[in-house]
T-cell receptor, first 114, second 109 residues
Framework: IAGITQAPTSQILAAGRRMTLRCTQDMRHNAMYWYRQDLGLGLRLIHYSNTAGTTGKGEVPDGYSVSRANTDDFPLTLASAVPSQTSVYFC?????????????FGEGSRLTVL | GQNIDQPTEMTATEGAIVQINCTYQTSGFNGLFWYQQHAGEAPTFLSYNVLDGLEEKGRFSSFLSRSKGYSYLLLKELQMKDSASYLCAVADSNYQLIWGAGTKLIIKP
């Protein structure tokens, strides 16, 4: 059982470059999320999707975009990377969209922007 | 604003008991979660409280007092593998999770 798969696991990127972090789940969950985790801070929500075809902005959406063409995939794109986007990015999913439910996380993508 | 507070770091001895506190101020409340995160790994779900009281699950228990905006995670019979960060998160009125920065728990032999 794969659960949630993220790619790449780690990436070093030059500032100004475009980057897409991939996220795929095989649990048929409706809701999916992208978080960033920085030292000393709690997980911060970037974007979310309650169901295929819909997306919403989280706490820190600037500089990021997402799409949800189907249930399984939820890619996160950095259009023009900046050093402040250096972080660990976690994709998560839940089988509850409106109700508070347990989140299942991917293993994370460590991104360094130079 | 919305805020979740928990201690940055705690140290405990193998075999002992430790209590990790979490206080919160959020716009509405739809439940409180505890997650465990080992270094370099993804967070994994431990517990969910929506009503006041104690929820017990093996060596781990979680307590909630909504009137006090307070929760704790109690870990009994500590094992070395319990060394990890413990994240407290609250679902607000929009069911969005607000996360604390996490408590790093160090277990010593």
């Amino acid at each position: 059982i794969a659960g949630i798969t993220q790619a790449p696991t780690s990436q070093i990127l030059a500032a100004g470059r475009r980057m897409t972090l991939r996220c795929t789940q095989d649990m048929r969950h409706n809701a999916m999320y992208w978080y960033r985790q920085d030292l000393g801070l709690g997980l911060r929500l970037i974007h979310y999707s309650n169901t295929a075809g819909t997306t919403g902005k989280g706490e820190v959406p600037d500089g990021y975009s997402v799409s949800r063409a189907n249930t399984d995939d939820f890619p996160l794109t950095l259009a023009s990377a900046v050093p402040s986007q250096t972080s660990v990015y976690f994709c998560a999913s839940s089988d509850s969209s409106l109700a508070a439910g347990e989140l299942f996380f991917g293993e994370g993508s460590r991104l360094t922007v130079l | 604003g919305q805020n979740i507070d928990q201690p940055t770091e705690m140290t405990a001895t193998e075999g002992a008991i430790v209590q990790i506190n979490c206080t919160y101020q959020t716009s509405g409340f739809n439940g409180l979660f505890w997650y465990q995160q080992h270094a370099g790994e993804a967070p994994t779900f431990l517990s969910y409280n929506v009503l006041d009281g104690l929820e017990e699950k093996g060596r781990f228990s979680s307590f909630l007092s909504r009137s006090k905006g307070y929760s704790y995670l109690l870990l009994k019979e500590l094992q070395m593998k319990d060394s990890a960060s413990y994240l407290c998160a609250v679902a607000d009125s929009n069911y969005q999770l607000i996360w604390g920065a996490g408590t790093k728990l160090i277990i010593k032999p």
